[in-house]
């Protein structure tokens, strides 16, 4: 399985700093065996996807609305991503969970709808520090994978994202081993053919150790993909 860099640059930078930033992965793509792509802020879609031509380097959606079009004011639809050069989108992050109340029903909603317009939805689960303390990681990513994916998102090629919560911008990471068994728990639940990837304060210094591990086929990746080169080093550590 090919491993999937992601770099999830949020709610970061100016136009400007935008296409420098991708004219540089571009520039630093060759030879890379990974699979790279790069969600920059709606508006900077396509700008980054007309810098990114000629390169194998994909450009993402950081979220699309459930609805196609309509009276959604501030919202993206899947199909003006697509317009605009996207292929994959993320959905379903714990900052959008948080922040904007999603539930698993929303995500999934959001899947259909991205998958229907040619997006690759990347889902993404993740506990919190009380869930995790209190024992119930596994099953809240169960939960999460269970009321998320919707019918046909293994066969569309679909991607889920295991993000703890607590390891999101904060510099913690958890132990390889907890990251490996709820990994494996996630193979459990999703199948052999859809990529798993790892999120939460990767960095090159812990790459190649989490790359490593079982069922772990990427990364996706926040503040280390607003630095070239660090992005770069991150997927190269994918082998």
Known sequence: MRPLIAGNWKMHGTL??????????RAGAGGISA?????PPAPYVHPVAVAMLGQPVAVGGQDCH????????GDVAAPML??????????????????????DAVVKAK???????????IICVGETLAQREA??????VRAQVAGSLPDGFAAAGGVVAYEPVWAIGTGKTPSEADIAAIHATLREAVGGTTRLL?????????????LALPHVDGALVGGASLVAEDFLAIARAAG
């Open 16 to 25: 400007r700093e935008a296409v420098t930033l991708a004219e540089a992965v």
């Open 35 to 39: 699979e790279l792509l790069v969600c």
């Open 66 to 73: 459930l609805a196609v079009k309509g009276a959604h004011t």
């Open 82 to 103: 697509r317009d605009c050069g996207a292929t994959y989108v993320i959905l379903g992050h714990s900052e959008r969970r948080a922040d904007h109340g999603e539930t």
């Open 111 to 121: 899947a259909v709808t991205a998958m229907a317009h040619g997006l690759t939805p």
């Open 135 to 140: 024992g119930q990681a596994e099953a809240i």
């Open 198 to 210: 790892y999120g939460g304060s990767v960095k090159p210094g812990n790459a190649v150790a989490i």
